[in-house]
């Protein structure tokens, strides 16, 4: 199924909202809050949709790709701003988040987001890949420059872990 989104400027509204969800679930795992992923998704998918929405291939992979990389340029920009801070301000705390605090009553949600947190990281982007990206492992391993067997090895890892500290949480929860 090809999901490359119309050429018309009208359609690109009923295409974000199909796929920005999805998107938006990628970004969050790259960004420290749900802002910040927002704004992520929005660059990439305006970048996407100014100059790449003629390029052969999947769209969804072209957009997780490019959700990615804004989300790391934003750490990026966001870590050399911290650093000038801290510079600027000694002794303020400037503690990295890689989730915001769960909403109150939302404690499977940050069971999960926690689970998330304590995969190592080659595994938690293949998991964010596949599963939110909707990406192949081939794609994902393009995207991860790793071999499609590794990516798969990766990807079976990190659901038996994540199913371990599920599972453990129920148990003592």
Same mark, same amino acid.
């Given at each position: 199924?090809?999901?490359?989104?119309?050429?018309?400027?009208?359609?690109?509204?009923?295409?974000?909202?199909?796929?920005?969800?999805?998107?938006?679930?990628?970004?969050?795992?790259?960004?420290?809050?749900?802002?910040?992923?927002?704004?992520?998704?929005?660059?990439?998918?305006?970048?996407?949709?100014?100059?790449?929405?003629?390029?052969?291939?999947?769209?969804?992979?072209?957009?997780?790709?490019?959700?990615?990389?804004?989300?790391?340029?934003?750490?990026? %920009?966001?870590?050399? %701003?911290?650093?000038?801070?801290?510079?600027?301000?000694?002794?303020?705390?400037?503690?990295?988040?890689?989730?915001?605090?769960?909403?109150?009553?939302?404690?499977?949600?940050?069971?999960?987001?926690?689970?998330?947190?304590?995969?190592?990281?080659?595994?938690?982007?293949?998991?964010?890949?596949?599963?939110?990206?909707?990406?192949?492992?081939?794609?994902?391993?393009?995207?991860?420059?790793?071999?499609?067997?590794?990516?798969?090895?990766?990807?079976?890892?990190?659901?038996?872990?994540?199913?371990?500290?599920?599972?453990?949480?129920?148990?003592?929860?």
């Amino acid at each position: 199924m090809n999901s490359r989104p119309p050429k018309s400027h009208e359609c690109w509204k009923s295409w974000f909202e199909l796929y920005g969800p999805k998107l938006l679930l990628c970004a969050r795992q790259w960004t420290r809050t749900i802002a910040d992923a927002e704004d992520v998704v929005q660059e990439a998918f305006v970048r996407f949709w100014r100059h790449q929405r003629h390029l052969p291939g999947e769209p969804m992979a072209l957009l997780v790709t490019s959700v990615r990389r804004a989300a790391f340029d934003l750490a990026r %920009r966001e870590g050399r %701003r911290s650093q000038r801070e801290e510079r600027a301000a000694v002794g303020t705390d400037c503690s990295f988040a890689l989730f915001e605090a769960p909403l109150e009553g939302d404690e499977r949600r940050a069971q999960i987001e926690e689970a998330l947190a304590r995969l190592p990281l080659e595994q938690r982007e293949v998991l964010v890949l596949k599963m939110w990206g909707e990406l192949t492992f081939d794609e994902v391993a393009t995207e991860l420059g790793i071999s499609p067997n590794t990516a798969a090895s990766r990807y079976r890892y990190a659901l038996a872990a994540l199913r371990h500290q599920l599972t453990a949480a129920d148990c003592h929860g």
